[in-house]
């Protein structure tokens, strides 16, 4: 019997798929963007662009959604040619961690 390869990820929390209406208004360098959210945790996320990104770049990131402003800064952790980035979150302002917990919690609900 074979046994298969034992995945590990660095992630401190696991990331939940996101539906099709979350969005993601940011910036990195001098180009700014808009582009769906893939993915999200606690920790980060992970967006669809074509464009390229350095590994480590800070970004500043305005969420497009429902549960209300979510402003934070992230810096590129992967970089996944033609198809996005990995981000992790370095700062999010106090006032809009509430609202980044209910948007996890839709998220959640959703999947």
């Known amino acids: 019997m074979l046994q298969q390869p034992v995945s590990f990820s660095r992630r401190r929390t696991s990331r939940v798929v996101t539906p099709e209406g979350v969005w993601v208004y940011w910036g990195c360098g001098r180009r700014d963007d808009v582009s769906r959210v ?61 609202h980044l917990a209910a948007l996890l919690n839709r998220v959640k609900a959703s999947s």
């Open 38 to 98: 893939r993915n999200l945790s606690p920790g980060g996320l992970f967006v669809e662009t074509r464009e390229p990104n350095v590994v480590g770049a800070s970004t500043r990131l305005e969420f497009l959604v429902q549960e209300g402003q979510i402003r934070a800064e992230a810096v590129v952790r992967h970089v996944d040619s033609g198809r996005g980035v990995g981000l992790k979150f370095t700062a999010i302002r106090d006032e809009d961690c509430p």
